[in-house]
């Protein structure tokens, strides 16, 4: 729905829906606003980090160096509307180095990641599975058109039955030529696809921690709009944040509107390729500055009709006091930016 909260009178309402969304700069960015012409998200939620925590430990312990996300904080996000959930993993978990890429995935590890994607499916939501590698195995990077494509084959046939699973190429690559970069995704996507898995969703990434502000600058721009997928259901991942680096380290927002700012030349590139774009990491401190910039953001996106979801983050068990943790009951995230920044866009 349009308005989770009554705080809007029926007159107010008028008097702004033919207004273009006007983040506020007002001291008490406390009502959700007016967002005109919005096109709701298909996919809207948040990550649930913790089975790739203590990647300096391999392939660690669990419930020590990682954990899986908690069903209840699925729960709670279902409960409330969101039905999307990206599971960040670690590859050298699931692939232990001493078999490689193409060997066999280590069957506890690939257990753990099923039993949560089977719960988050089983709710009828959708969950996108993501090693979180940055385009990095064992200490090096991975150049493997022929491997990662392999790779991605053989974890496809394991989900291919599930069409709520969504396909996270990989997270965040840097440091490389988005040609190269590009590449590998393409043959990852040839990949799923070669395995039968051809109802789901994949998502590719870009280099330059495949960043929207920088999409047009990066190199990727110029590379990604020849993806190309037999079955035509591919999105654009981008991610973004609002501190001054685009880091999500400082809950400081460089002004109300940066949100809008920095998508604006990534939504353009969507619209000239006749892509979709997927936000799968969007973060900010609770402050006024950043519920607006990220209010602005998500309006931006749902008023372009080329952004087909976004996520938060983070959820998950082992955040503890980190102010961009949304994991009940009390990640720091919860008591502004969730009711006031995203249950709007809902
Ligand atoms: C497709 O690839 C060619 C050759 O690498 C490149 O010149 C062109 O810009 C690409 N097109 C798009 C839309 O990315
Ligand atoms: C900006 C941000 O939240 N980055 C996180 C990315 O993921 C790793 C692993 O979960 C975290 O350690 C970073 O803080």
């Keep these: ?5 009554s705080l809007f009178s029926l007159a107010t309402l008028a008097a702004l829906v033919s207004a273009a969304y006007v983040p506020s700069s007002t001291s ?3 009502a959700p606003e007016a967002c005109p012409s919005a096109t709701k998200f298909k996919f809207f939620g948040v990550n649930e980090s913790g089975a790739e925590f203590g990647n300096q430990n391999i392939p660690g312990i669990l419930g020590t160096d990682y954990t899986w996300p908690s069903p209840s904080s699925i729960d709670f996000f279902t409960d409330k509307g969101f039905n999307t959930f990206r599971i960040p993993f670690q590859l050298e978990r699931l692939s232990p180095p001493a078999t490689g890429l193409t060997g066999a995935f280590d069957s506890t590890y690939l257990g753990g990641l099923q039993t949560i994607v089977d719960f988050i499916t089983g709710k009828g939501a959708f969950a996108v599975i993501e ?3 940055f385009m990095i195995y064992n200490g090096a990077q991975i150049t493997s058109t022929s491997d990662f494509g392999t790779w991605w084959q053989n974890l496809a046939t394991i989900f291919k039955d599930n069409a709520n699973v969504i396909f996270d190429v990989i997270n965040e690559p840097h440091d490389m030529p988005a040609s190269t970069v590009f590449d590998l995704n393409q043959a990852a996507v040839n990949g799923i696809r070669a395995s039968g898995a051809t109802s789901q969703l994949i998502l590719v990434e870009g280099t330059s921690w495949t960043g929207a502000w920088t999409w047009t600058t990066s190199g990727n721009g110029d590379v990604f709009g020849n993806i190309s997928d037999p079955n035509d ?3 654009i991942e981008m991610h973004q944040y609002l501190d001054s680096d685009g880091s999500g380290t400082s809950e400081t927002c460089v002004s109300p509107t940066i949100g ?3 998508l604006q030349a990534a939504t353009d590139w969507l619209k000239a390729h006749n892509l979709k774009g997927f936000l799968g990491e969007l973060g900010a401190g609770s402050n006024d500055v950043c519920i607006s910039a990220v209010q602005g953001a998500l309006c931006a996106m749902q008023q372009s009709d080329v952004w087909i979801g976004a996520l938060w983050w983070a959820a998950g068990p082992w955040w503890g006091d980190y ?3 949304i994991e009940p009951p009390s990640g ?3 008591s502004q930016i969730l009711p006031q920044a995203l249950e ?3």
């Design 260 to 262: 809008a700012e920095r």
């Design 233 to 235: 259901n591919i999105a």
């Design 131 to 133: 090693p979180h590698n």
């Design 28 to 30: 008490s960015a406390t």
């Design 344 to 346: 709007p866009f809902l």
């Design 332 to 334: 720091p995230s919860l």
């Design 1 to 5: 729905m349009f308005f989770k909260s």
């Design 323 to 325: 102010f961009q943790s």
